[in-house]
């Protein structure tokens, strides 16, 4: 039998004691994360579930003072934005990160691209949308749907470019020189090769870019402007939730304020299930040999 | 006749000199080994000849290197063109992981722009995994991922993905490595049999295989040719002292 010195004992004593402490510490911390999240997510279905319900979805708000009525024109016009931005951004931004990771590429124009992403990325929001006004609103003579999708697109476009990097850049290099071995072009082994099989993690880094601009609210108050009436035209002002739901917000209006927490949770609700999405397809795990 | 021929051929990385003037002549519907210590140049002999030493950054070669008396680095040469005619199979095997098994063998053809129908397509796959003894194993499975293959099924299936673009020289840079001895053994057969149709030039760490499979030898040592000739000469009498000391396994 081994005997245990008296201070080995009290040694292991003093660490079980320290990574009981740390551990208890981690714990706690994580309470402390979570918690807000709750209380948050919480506050927000308390109040908004009540103003939810098919005329929210179908119906044009109503003047103050009239009851009823929705944000249906909202709703739709953030999908319609969202959705212009996202196509942008999917374009320039995967192509950008194809560049970006392509091995031949010149790299001093990389880093700058690289370095501008970056700081693209540190732009407050409302200096996006006051940039978008001066380039685009201004010379198209009024606020505009296409306006705010170029807002959106904006700032979505460097999260898609350097998450499409990332992605691509974890492909194995040698997929990319087998396709080449084969004889096919670069830009078809970049493509339909090294692209494909980043597919997923490109389409990740997507729809989380995706989410996080559909929250935005302050590029689009001077770019989609908002509209109290249905309309899909790219030439006119839109209505978005975010921006009926901060009107509605600052209102003195007690409807309006409910109607503003339905809206704030129905962003939400949609936020999270792209999320959703965006885990399901990521817990697969990226497709990569072995 | 030679297939492949090598004139001054210097190939760099940088500044660095990777491979110093080879001269040397690739029989046709040969199998030329390659053998030499790690470092010595092999991979990058091999990927001078189809044009793949120039995708690393900052590589470059000098000389001549002649495909049936023309020379692949000649102006106006396509380097895509050479490569659909020297075929080149890995150390490690690297099916497409997004792609069938029938998929990952089409994929030079298809991705080439040719306008193949279903049929066409069909007989292509099949003759290209047969040819690389493949087409047993999988015939029942075409539709399933590439990767779900065992590591010397994928190797094979490299082999046939090679062959479907009906190459006329096979490079080959020590495919049995990452292999068990059933799986090379596979392979080695393969070698022997596609020699009638390609002129097959084999990188091997391994002298049993290379004294097996190939006609001709080439040793290297530093990146220089330091011996090429017959086989069977190579290994029972050869001329020089660095290549019987290598050989024998005294260095390297
Ligand atoms: N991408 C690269 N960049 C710079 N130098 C390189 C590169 N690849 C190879 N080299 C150098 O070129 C020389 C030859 O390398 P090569 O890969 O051809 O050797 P090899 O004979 O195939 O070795 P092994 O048997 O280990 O595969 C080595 O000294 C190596 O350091
Ligand atoms: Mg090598």
């Known amino acids: ?290 | 006749m030679a297939k492949i021929r090598l004139v001054r051929m210097s190939a760099y990385f940088g500044r660095t000199r990777a491979l110093r003037e080879i001269n040397l002549d690739i029989p046709e519907f040969n199998v030329t080994a390659v053998i030499g210590p790690s470092g010595c140049g092999k991979s990058t002999l091999v990927r001078c000849i189809n044009r793949m030493h120039e995708t690393v950054k900052d590589a470059r070669v000098e000389g001549d290197v002649l495909l049936d008396g023309e020379n692949i680095y000649g102006p106006g040469v396509d380097p895509v063109q050479i490569r659909r005619r020297v075929g080149m199979v890995f150390q490690k095997p690297a099916p497409f992981p997004t792609m069938s098994i029938q998929d990952n063998v089409a994929v030079g053809l298809n991705l080439n722009g040719l306008a193949l129908n279903r049929g066409e397509r069909a007989e292509i796959v099949e003759r290209s995994l047969r040819r690389a003894a493949l087409w047993n194993e999988v015939k029942d499975d075409l539709g399933k991922p590439g990767t779900s293959l065992s590591g010397g099924q994928q190797q094979r299936l490299c082999i046939a993905r090679a062959l479907a673009v009906e190459p006329e020289v096979l490079l080959m840079d020590e495919p049995c490595s990452a292999l068990d001895p059933i799986s090379t053994a596979h392979i080695e057969e393969l070698v022997l049999e596609l020699k009638s149709q390609y002129t097959i030039v084999i990188v091997t760490h391994n002298m049993q295989q290379a004294a097996r499979v190939s006609d001709f030898t080439a040793f290297l040592l530093g990146g220089v040719l330091i011996e090429f000739g017959d086989t069977k000469q190579i290994f029972t009498n050869p001329e020089r002292q660095e290549t019987e000391d290598y050989i024998t396994g005294r260095f390297g």
């Not at chain 1, 039998?1 to 320290?18: I, L, N």
């Open chain 1, 1 to 290: 039998m081994k005997t245990v010195e008296p201070h080995v004992d009290a040694r292991r004593m003093w660490r079980k004691f320290k990574s009981g402490a740390m551990m208890t510490a981690a714990v706690l911390a994580t309470l402390l994360t979570l918690v807000p999240l709750f209380l948050v997510l919480g506050y927000l279905v308390k109040q908004g579930v009540n103003g939810i319900n098919w005329a929210f979805f179908t119906r044009l708000p109503r003047p103050v003072g009239e009851p009823g009525g929705g944000m249906g024109n909202a709703v739709l016009g953030t999908l319609e934005v969202v959705g212009l931005a996202s196509v942008l951004a999917v374009i320039v931004g995967v192509g950008t990160g194809i560049y970006l990771s392509e091995p031949g590429r010149n790299r001093s124009v990389a880093n700058g691209v690289r370095f501008a992403a970056d700081v693209l990325m540190g732009v407050p929001s409302i200096v996006v949308g006051i940039f978008v006004y001066a380039v685009v609103v201004r010379p198209m003579g009024g606020f505009s749907a296409l306006a705010g999708a170029i807002a959106l697109a904006v700032m979505m476009t460097p999260l898609v470019a350097r998450t499409t990097e990332q992605a691509l850049s974890m492909v194995p290099a040698e997929l990319r020189e087998s396709a080449l071995a084969l004889g096919i072009p670069r830009w078809r082994t970049s493509l339909s090769v090294v692209a494909r099989t980043a597919a997923r993690g490109i389409t990740t880094g997507v729809l989380l870019a995706l989410a996080r601009i559909a929250g935005e609210t302050a590029p689009l108050l001077f770019t989609a402007f908002g509209n109290q009436y249905w309309s899909t035209s790219l030439r006119r002002p839109i209505a978005a939730l975010t921006v009926q739901v901060y009107t509605y917000a600052i209102s003195p209006f007690e409807d309006w304020h409910r109607q503003a927490w339905a809206g704030a949770l129905v962003l939400t609700a949609m936020v999270l299930v792209v999320e959703g999405v965006v885990r399901s397809i990521s817990g697969r795990g990226l497709r990569t040999p072995r």
